[in-house]
């Protein structure tokens, strides 16, 4: 009986649509961004540039100490989440960030090993 591998997947599929909703339309974020974010020695601003290929981000953010690929980027529905890691002195530190991005505007939190932060990030114009 071939229907009921059929009926099974169906029946799947709508369960955990069910459960954990359907996955909102993807956000085009491809383009040069400005995240800004409070540290202990001031506002930081930093332009990143994302390239979309399906669920997968890559990109740049330009760090003070040049520029810095973006690794682990994913993009779900409007769920945004990268890591950028940099290397001071001898010190390799990692941020990550997780967003929720609507339109040209994104807003979320950067965890990084001295806790976390809120940040903001809006899309720049050409």
Same mark, same amino acid.
């Given at each position: 009986?071939?229907?009921?591998?059929?009926?099974?997947?169906?029946?799947?599929?709508?369960?955990?649509?069910?459960?954990?909703?359907?996955?909102?339309?993807?956000?085009?974020?491809?383009?040069?961004?400005?995240?800004?974010?409070?540290?202990?020695?001031?506002?930081?601003?930093?332009?990143?540039? %994302?390239?979309?290929?399906?669920?997968?981000?890559?990109?740049?953010?330009?760090?003070? &100490?040049?520029?810095?690929?973006?690794? #682990?980027?994913?993009?779900?529905?409007?769920?945004? &989440? %990268?890591?950028?890691? %940099?290397? &001071?002195?001898?010190?390799?530190?990692?941020? #990550?960030?997780?967003?929720?991005?609507?339109?040209?505007? &994104?807003?979320?939190?950067?965890?990084?090993?001295?806790?976390? #932060?809120? %940040?903001?990030?809006?899309?720049?114009?050409?």
């Amino acid at each position: 009986m071939r229907r009921a591998p059929v009926l099974l997947a169906l029946a799947t599929t709508a369960v955990a649509t069910l459960a954990f909703g359907a996955p909102a339309a993807a956000q085009d974020l491809s383009g040069t961004w400005e995240l800004t974010w409070e540290t202990p020695r001031g506002v930081q601003t930093v332009p990143v540039t %994302f390239q979309v290929d399906g669920m997968s981000v890559t990109g740049t953010a330009q760090m003070r &100490m040049g520029e810095v690929p973006i690794k #682990n980027g994913m993009l779900h529905g409007d769920q945004l &989440m %990268f890591a950028i890691e %940099f290397t &001071m002195g001898d010190r390799t530190m990692t941020q #990550n960030f997780l967003a929720t991005v609507t339109g040209d505007t &994104m807003e979320g939190k950067i965890t990084t090993p001295r806790g976390e #932060n809120p %940040f903001k990030g809006a899309r720049k114009k050409d």
